[in-house]
């Protein structure tokens, strides 16, 4: 049998790591969304513009929803840290 060891300073790094994972990733999507307009504005024209924007475009919904996701993570940790530190108040407080 395995022994599941968890902590309410475990679940709050992991919920925090996610939401920096998101920070991240959402602050990588904009800078790529950027330089993808910027070029597709400026640098390359054409068809070639426009191929690369398209194929960007429809890549777009995946790549905003993988934000959504770890957002949604984050924000479950957040909700199940609450509920273990509850759970643990409540078994200390029947314990007495």
Do not use: P
Request: overall charge negative; proline content about 0%.
């Amino acid at each position: 049998m395995a022994i599941i060891h968890a902590d309410e300073e475990s679940l709050n790094d992991l919920k925090n790591a996610l939401a920096t994972a998101g920070e991240s990733y959402k602050s990588n999507l904009a800078k790529l969304t950027n330089l993808i307009n910027e070029i597709t504005s400026g640098d390359i024209q054409g068809d070639l513009a426009t191929d690369l924007l398209t194929k960007f475009q429809a890549k777009e919904g995946v790549l905003n929803g993988l934000a959504n996701t770890i957002d949604e993570a984050a924000e479950y940790m957040g909700m199940q840290t609450t509920k273990f530190g509850n759970l643990i108040t409540s078994t200390k407080a029947g314990m007495k």
